[in-house]
């Protein structure tokens, strides 16, 4: 077993702040969508605190966003340019998970500092750190001050379409808050990926090295 510093402070104060954010951003929505059926904090509450927590994880995905653009880190989110190399490897981390796993097969993916996610985690987190996060922020932006961003508003359709994207991509997140836990649990011990962004070192099986979740 050898230990590799994989997660740097600022990646593991941004996950937690982002983790907690979202989940909070989460029970706040429901209390702000559903009103009739939960009624744990008052409309105004609840409606305050999706804002400011709204703007707290935009300020956070700035830092993350810096810190990643300005540091040698931003290697971990290189893609694989080799569509054949890419998939190929995606469907060996597929069928690692879809039943490798429960034989007790090897991960496929074998993490180092610069090598941090599989295929499938690289191409995914891509989408949803450059894509889906920065599309949630600018939908709940305008929502938040739908008069004083009114064009921008009728620019997309309306509040109406507005609010459908922003509400999809909220059940979107409500899912992968499920989902990434149940993920970040397939390693040699179910703790060893949260341990690991807490102490920043990832534990490496020297026989089985085992993939990134978290």
């Known amino acids: 077993m050898q230990k590799l510093y994989i997660n740097p402070l600022p990646v593991r104060i941004w ?14 929505g429901v209390q702000i ?4 059926l939960v009624q744990v904090i008052s409309f105004k509450q609840a409606v305050v605190a999706h804002n400011w927590i709204g703007f707290v994880l935009i300020a956070n995905f700035f830092l993350w966003l810096g810190f990643y653009l300005f540091s040698d880190k931003i290697k971990v989110y290189h893609p694989e340019l080799s569509p054949s190399k890419y998939f190929r490897a995606s469907f060996r981390q597929l069928a690692y998970y879809g ?75 409500t899912g992968f808050i499920f989902i990434h836990p149940y993920l970040a649990s397939l390693s040699h011990t179910p703790w060893a990926h949260y341990k690991a962004m807490i102490t920043g070192y990832e534990e490496i099986e020297d026989e089985s090295p085992q993939g990134g979740g978290a």
């Not at 969508?33 to 009739?36: A, E, K, N, S």
């Open 15 to 28: 996950h937690w702040t982002n983790a907690v954010g979202f989940i909070l951003l989460i029970a706040t």
């Open 33 to 36: 969508r559903y009103l009739d």
């Open 99 to 173: 039943y490798g796993i429960f034989r007790g097969d090897p991960n496929p993916h074998q993490m180092s500092a610069y090598r941090k996610f599989n295929a499938l985690q690289s191409m995914t987190y891509q989408i949803i750190m450059l894509l889906v996060v920065p599309l949630q922020f600018f939908t709940g932006v305008l929502l938040w001050d739908v008069a004083g961003y009114s064009s921008m508003v009728e620019l997309f359709g309306g509040v109406r379409v507005v609010d459908t994207v922003h509400v999809l991509i909220f059940i979107f997140f």
